[in-house]
């Protein structure tokens, strides 16, 4: 993963699950990823301790940098995609930022996905968008404690229900809108969703070039490695500002044995 314009983390949530998970931080290593991000991957917005300490422990041994964590988002394998809009979920969204936030203290992680959730007609949509900005704002208030940036994303259409937010423009309107104190609240600019939504990747990157804090990649169709599918992404992070100084992760679910299937990076992120 050296040699080239970015470093690359891969997400062990999507990638090297022909392991366990707790044996994903040791596979990524021996792949030659220093660098992993996960789903919140409890099943409960706030996990035992032990759980979270036999997590952080395999991350530890396998002397890889957490960069990246999802906070809880409900019921993601029933299809669930967020919980920050629904008013009833928001103390145990509260309780899981804490517990986010501890784990962030004793990993170094700083980039805190926040899915917005699907729309529920149980509330009016002023409530949902009201309870979802809330959201965003306590949380990012707790990750600033230390540095962090709490991230929005666009989700594909038809693959994520009634979730509202599409286009990375939406997004924009959303972070605009939360106003964090701390300006820690940024796109996460999926090349994968954005992609399959018809976006223009590039048009993209330039126009909000200043809101893009962390990037994720995957082809479409299909959400396989790169190449496996149509997107231009060695385009799309061609046009990535200069000074973009994070991470590419690899957020795909991979055609074969992971360890197969990391080829595509010389082809669209040339070695210098």
């Given at each position: 993963m050296r040699g080239h314009r970015f470093s690359y983390a891969a997400n062990i949530s999507i990638m090297f699950t022909e392991h366990e998970l707790l044996a994903r931080p040791a596979a990524a290593r021996a792949a030659g990823f220093g660098l992993i991000e996960l789903w919140w991957p409890f099943s409960r917005p706030v996990a035992d301790q032990a759980e979270v300490d036999a997590l952080i422990t395999a991350i530890d041994r396998a002397e890889v940098g957490l960069i990246g964590l999802n906070f809880f988002a409900g019921d993601m394998p029933a299809g669930q995609r967020g919980?920050?809009?629904?008013p009833a979920d928001g103390a145990d969204l509260a309780a899981n930022v804490e517990q986010v936030a501890s784990i962030a203290r004793r990993t170094g992680c700083r980039k805190f996905n926040l899915l917005y959730g699907q729309l529920d007609d149980r509330w009016t949509p002023a409530?949902?968008?009201a309870a979802a900005v809330t959201a965003i704002g306590r949380a990012a208030e707790t990750v600033a404690e230390f540095g962090g940036t709490v991230l929005v994303e666009p989700l594909a259409r038809g693959l994520n229900g009634a979730y509202p937010l599409t286009t990375a423009d939406e997004v924009v309107d959303v972070i605009t809108e939360v106003?964090?104190?701390?300006g820690n609240v940024g796109l996460l600019y999926d090349v994968f969703h954005l992609g399959?939504?018809?976006a223009d990747l590039v048009a993209d990157a330039r126009r909000h070039a200043d809101r893009i804090a962390h990037v994720q990649l995957?082809?479409?169709p299909?959400?396989?490695e790169p190449g496996t599918g149509t997107l231009p992404i060695a385009a799309a992070l061609a046009a990535l500002p200069a000074d973009y100084d994070g991470v590419i992760a690899c957020e795909y679910k991979p055609t074969k044995a992971t360890e197969q299937t990391l080829g595509w990076i010389g082809a669209v992120d040339p070695p210098r």
């Open positions: 919980v920050a809009n629904r409530e949902q968008s106003a964090a104190p701390a399959s939504n018809g995957a082809d479409s299909g959400r396989g």
